[in-house]
């Protein structure tokens, strides 16, 4: 089985930084594209940054310039620095990897999902 667990959410001042990290373990074969999404009560879980196998990034208007998504393929983690925060990006945050999975079956892709962290910003 394979499981994904956030970390580094919480509480910040506006202006503050948090950094956001979420690790894979399992049968891993390798990481495709993973990205980093946010729900805000009352609205739709959208994207917020996401990276590709080769390094590639993509970013939401609300987030260029003040976030950078990483991965780390040695260790099956990723992270989303998040710089000069402000009280619109509270939410929970969610990772999601696209995963080649050793299963008995062979080798295939699956998406996954993390808990989500609460990430609040105060004014």
């Known amino acids: 089985q394979v499981q994904l667990v956030e970390s580094g959410g919480g509480l910040v001042q506006a202006g503050g930084s948090l950094r956001l990290s979420c690790a894979a373990s399992?049968?891993?074969?390798?990481?495709?594209?993973v990205g980093w999404y946010r729900q805000a009560p009352g609205k739709q879980r959208e994207l917020v940054a996401r990276?590709?196998?080769?390094?590639?990034?993509n970013y939401a208007d609300s987030a260029k310039g003040r976030f950078t998504i990483s991965r780390d393929n040695a260790k099956n983690t990723m992270f989303l620095q998040m710089n000069s925060l402000k009280p619109e990006d509270t939410a929970v945050y969610f990772c999601?990897?696209?995963?080649?999975?050793?299963?008995?079956?062979?080798?295939?892709?699956?998406?996954?999902w993390g808990q989500g962290t609460q990430v609040t910003v105060s004014s």
């Open positions: 999601n990897m696209n995963l080649m999975v050793v299963t008995g079956g062979g080798i295939n892709e699956y998406a996954y």
């Open positions: 399992g049968s891993i074969f390798s990481i495709n594209t």
């Open positions: 990276i590709t196998s080769g390094g590639g990034t």
